[in-house]
């Protein structure tokens, strides 16, 4: 293509519009996209927009990816967001040293163009177009809406931005602004209305007014995050900003629903996008993957955005069956947006924190912070390697005595007998509520036996290092101390079941469906596992370990090179192919960590195998990759390929109930001064397990630290009592619930 020439990667609605208009003005357009059945209609019958009863149609050069290698000059991506890394795979070895690619997509993605590309040649975009691909080749218009372009940061308004404004004008009212970033969060408070309303099947317009509460909560809360941000808001077609802020009277808010809902009604494009995929396509959504952005921003500055992730978890369930959309789940989020914080969907939780009570357990477990640190150091010099079957069960002997001695006896007890890994402990302690509060914990740990020969317990002020005191030796003691606390000042608490497992680190294999069951007899968990930087586990990545194996045909690569069929050669390949199923948009890795293959140089290899670790953050891209790996195929007819493995722990996702039950967490913690944050990680843990058995899971609440599975790990003296108090306020607060 020519310098002069546009290549729009994303032939969908707003790639399809903007280069229908852009080729009939009379530029030259290239499109690429991945759908092969749309880009073979293009090819043959030309692009065509459908408006009203009316089709016209325009000539476009058209390729899928693998069919087109020139270099590409004025980029123009409209890509889902989720596909954005993979479309700048292909971009950018063929991106010209003074192209630059602009970002026609939903979501926030110009500063991951700009990690692949440089500032300098990413260009920032709005786009507001409501329109559908409706058939192979065909656009449906849904009416004009806003486009505005400009340069990243704010930067003043370019000499290129002014050229491709005015080639833009062909399309609608194309603008050129210095402040696109007003404009994309502007749009992410009315995109997470739309959103909401996918929950449902009915038109926008009605959905929107309909519910009022739901709706101006969810645009409130993206705005809150904005606000902390200093990002000023720009009003676009007939959506004004300003009104959907917290504290805004209430009339203002009303007329301006009611405009924007009138402006709806005349769209011919009556149900959104994200309604589309889920109904019609029966695909995932990428709105999942735009508001990452916004959680990452609002965790980042302390902003609760409980009704946002409601729509997204919400969303998230419709990916794997559509036809659960219903009006009811509007109607809960309208009781969301209108209740306190701790009043939750689900009623799990009536209890609310006491500032007396956060007072007296604060004070008195200040006054045992030495005791707590005895009791680590005590603890930490048991050696509990998880591969050492003989020093678990002494570790673990070890900590029924001290639990008597801590606790005094249990209700109950049961110790579960393992072969090759550590026993399962399981106490159970009484306390208000018929069903108990699950504290789940591992003893065992990722360091060898000897360790603490060589590096044994340290404590140098408020720091504390040694083997397992950051994971996950401290939340253990802290766990016990909480209880400590309510029985010495006479507060309630709940039922508790203790659970501890001594093969967490080795993926729980002989303990998970122990702790499944536990879980299903319990109202909501606490995972002692440690803090991410301080905060709370609300999102784990689930963990998939697959091996695969290609078995070829040997023969003498010198003598008889084309007799053999190499399965080095054939698990190439696959590895190609395995590394097109990353999505880091969509939280999504894949990593082939070990391979192995052939016996000598001079024979073509009969065997090779590779090992692959992979992450995911939802359960349908979980259900994608698992139906892409059993999927695979031989290149070489004359080779076979088996998959094998599984997923080691299921997704963690932030469900409503795990938000109610962080939200209680927070607010227990503002009653003790301390700010609690939320953090979503891609490691896993027991937690991935309960979440998955449907029960609420805090996790995370263990030590403050860092360095797991690292000779610089270490846990804060202070961090244990502040800790201890949290879950102490938290126990104290279910029991009244």
């Not at 729009?8 to 290239?30: E, N, P, W």
């Not at 604060?362 to 020093?391: C, N, P």
């Not at 109930?657 to 953090?679: K, W």
């Not at 961090?719 to 126990?731: C, H, N």
Request: charged fraction near 25%.
């Amino acid at each position: 293509m020519s310098s002069d020439s546009y290549t729009v990667v994303g032939a969908g609605a707003i790639g399809g519009t903007l280069a229908f208009s852009l080729a009939r003005a009379g530029h030259r357009v290239q499109l690429i996209d991945t759908d092969a059945a749309h880009v073979r209609a293009i090819r043959e019958q030309g692009l065509t927009v459908a408006r009203g009863g009316q089709r016209e149609s325009v000539p476009v050069e058209a390729a899928t990816p693998d069919a087109y290698d020139g270099t590409v000059h004025r980029v123009l991506l409209a890509v889902k967001a989720q596909a954005t890394e993979a479309a700048l795979d292909w971009i950018v070895p063929r991106l010209a040293p003074d192209g630059w690619v602009v970002s026609f997509q939903n979501g926030f993605n110009e500063e991951l163009i700009e990690n692949r590309i440089g500032p300098e040649r990413t260009v920032a975009a709005f786009v507001n177009i409501f329109a559908d691909v409706i058939e192979p080749g065909v656009i449906l218009d849904g009416g004009a809406g806003a486009l505005v372009v400009g340069e990243c940061r704010g930067a003043a308004v370019s000499e290129r931005v002014g050229a491709l404004v005015a080639d833009l004008r062909s399309w609608g009212p194309a603008v050129a602004s210095d402040n696109v970033e007003g404009y994309l969060w502007a749009k992410a408070g009315f995109g997470a209305m739309l959103a909401a309303t996918a929950l449902a099947d009915a038109p926008m317009a009605e959905l929107i007014d309909r519910h009022p509460s739901a709706m101006h909560a969810v645009a409130g809360e993206v705005f809150d995050v904005a606000d902390a941000l200093g990002v000023e808001l720009e009003a676009f077609d007939a959506f004004e900003p300003g009104a959907f802020r917290r504290g805004t009277d209430p009339a203002v808010r009303r007329a301006a629903t009611g405009r924007l809902t009138a402006w709806l009604a005349t769209q011919s494009k009556d149900r959104s996008g994200i309604w589309r995929d889920l109904a019609v396509r029966r695909r995932p959504v990428e709105v999942t993957t735009h508001y990452a952005e916004v959680f990452a921003q609002a965790e980042r500055h302390g902003v609760a955005t409980p009704v946002l992730r409601s729509v997204i978890d919400g969303l998230r369930e419709l990916e794997r069956d559509p036809d659960l959309m219903a009006e009811s789940r509007l109607d809960a989020l309208d009781d969301l947006a209108g209740s306190p914080a701790l009043v939750p969907l689900t009623g799990g939780y009536a209890g609310s924190p006491d500032r007396e009570r956060a007072t007296a357990l604060g004070e008195w477990l200040d006054a045992h912070r030495e005791e707590m640190v005895d009791d680590l150091a005590a603890y930490t010099s048991q050696g509990s390697a998880s591969d050492d079957r003989e020093a678990l069960a002494a570790c673990l002997t070890w900590l029924r005595g001290w639990l008597d001695g801590a606790l005094g006896t249990p209700q109950a007890e049961e110790v579960l007998e393992r072969e090759r890994t550590g026993d399962i402990l399981i106490r159970r302690y009484p306390g208000a509520g018929d069903r108990p509060v699950l504290l789940l914990g591992h003893y065992d740990t990722v360091w060898p036996t000897g360790t603490l020969d060589r590096w044994p317990f340290r404590r140098d002020g408020d720091r504390i290092t040694g083997p397992g005191v950051f994971d996950m030796k401290a939340g253990l003691v802290q766990a016990v101390w909480a209880l400590r606390a309510l029985d010495a000042l006479g507060l309630p608490r709940p039922a508790c079941t203790l659970m501890l497992n001594g093969d967490e680190e080795t993926g729980s294999l002989t303990s998970s469906e122990d702790i499944v069951a536990e879980a299903r007899n319990s109202r909501a968990a606490l995972v002692f596992e440690a803090a991410a930087d301080g905060a709370v586990k609300t999102a784990r990545k689930g963990v998939g370990l697959f091996t695969v194996t290609v078995t070829g045909r040997e023969a003498h690569a010198g003598l008889d090179p084309q007799a053999g069929a190499s399965a080095v050669d054939e698990l190439a390949h696959q590895i190609v192919r395995l590394a097109d199923l990353r999505d880091l948009g969509a939280g999504t890795s894949l990593n082939v960590g070990v391979i192995e293959g052939g016996t000598r140089s001079n024979v073509t290899a009969g065997l090779a195998v590779a090992r692959l670790d992979v992450r995911v953050a939802t359960a349908a891209e979980q259900d994608r990759i698992g139906a892409a790996l059993a999927g695979l195929r031989p290149v070489d007819g004359r080779t076979s390929v088996e998959v094998t493995g599984g997923w080691n722990r299921p997704v963690f996702e932030r469900t409503p109930a795990v938000a109610e039950l962080a939200e209680l967490a927070r607010s227990c913690a503002a009653e003790l001064g301390c700010d609690l944050r939320e953090a979503a990680v891609g490691g896993a843990s027991d937690g991935n397990f309960v979440v998955a058995a449907g029960v609420p899971v805090l996790d995370g609440i263990g030590a403050v630290g860092s360095g797991a599975h690292a000779r610089s790990e270490n846990t804060s003296v202070a961090g244990m009592v502040e800790r201890a108090a949290l879950t102490a306020m938290v126990l104290t607060t279910l029991s009244d619930g």
